[in-house]
Antibody, heavy 123, light 110 residues
Framework: EVQLLESGGGLVQPAGSLRLSCAASGFTFSSYAMSWVRQAPGKGLEWVSVKSGSGDTTYYADSVKGRFTISRDNSKNTLYLQMNSLRAEDTALYYC????????????????WGQGTMVTVSS | QSALTQPASVSGSPGQSITISCTGT?????????VSWYQQHPAKAPKLMIYEVTNRPPGVSNRFSGSKSGNTASLTISGLQADDEADYYCSSYTSSITLVFGGGTKLTVL
């Protein structure tokens, strides 16, 4: 069964840092671009970042550029999101999502989503 | 990158058809056939319903169909069922090599 399991969320103070992880199973992880997508409480979806399957291509939303870093360890089938200089507006449920097309450099559609991990930025 | 524009809500009765619009610009929806649609039930993760404007993933009912004209994409659900009641989001690839989502549409089945 194809599965994504996020972890690492929690309560953090403004300007603080947090590292999210997404453990993948059931598919050839290195063959797929992976993304983080977030959803603030009661709000819509917001794309955050993407990492190609090989790990050599990365893109970020303007709202997180310079503060967040996406990475992956294909030997561990795990995607990460290092979040620094956190702000109240970063409070959201963070989803890990798998690209629907094998071999694509970036993900334009997501066919598998995790259950999400909640990040709350508050003093 | 501004969010794509969707109606906040739509409604229909069981058996009817509804259409949800998703309006972008010539830098996203209008220039790429990379529009996707997601269904999200309360407290659940999104589910891919349509990708590349018109394609349905395996297992998605053929009651769901997608189309595009100019800068506006549309999702049509025919033969509405109670379980179709959910939030629906469109997304598009953009010229900035990013992805943008719509604000979401709440579908109510009367």
């Amino acid at each position: 069964e194809v599965q994504l399991l996020e972890s690492g969320g929690g309560l953090v103070q403004p300007a603080g840092s947090l590292r999210l992880s997404c453990a993948a199973s059931g598919f050839t992880f290195s063959s797929y671009a992976m993304s983080w997508v977030r959803q603030a409480p009661g709000k819509g979806l917001e794309w955050v970042s993407v990492k190609s399957g090989s790990g050599d291509t990365t893109y970020y939303a303007d709202s997180v550029k310079g503060r967040f870093t996406i990475s992956r360890d294909n030997s561990k089938n795990t995607l990460y999101l290092q979040m620094n200089s956190l702000r109240a507006e970063d409070t959201a449920l963070y989803y890990c999502a798998k690209a629907s097309s094998v071999g694509a450099t970036i993900a334009v559609a997501f066919d598998v989503w995790g259950q999400g991990t909640m990040v709350t930025v508050s003093s | 990158q501004s969010a794509l524009t969707q109606p906040a809500s739509v409604s229909g009765s069981p058996g009817q058809s509804i259409t949800i619009s998703c309006t972008g610009t010539s830098s996203d929806v209008g220039d790429y056939n990379y529009v996707s649609w997601y269904q999200q039930h309360p407290a659940k993760a999104p589910k891919l319903m349509i990708y590349e404007v018109t394609n349905r993933p395996p297992g998605v009912s053929n009651r769901f169909s997608g189309s595009k004209s100019g800068n506006t994409a549309s999702l049509t659900i025919s033969g509405l069922q109670a379980d179709d009641e959910a939030d629906y989001y469109c997304s598009s690839y953009t010229s900035s090599i990013t992805l943008v989502f719509g604000g979401g549409t709440k579908l109510t089945v009367l």
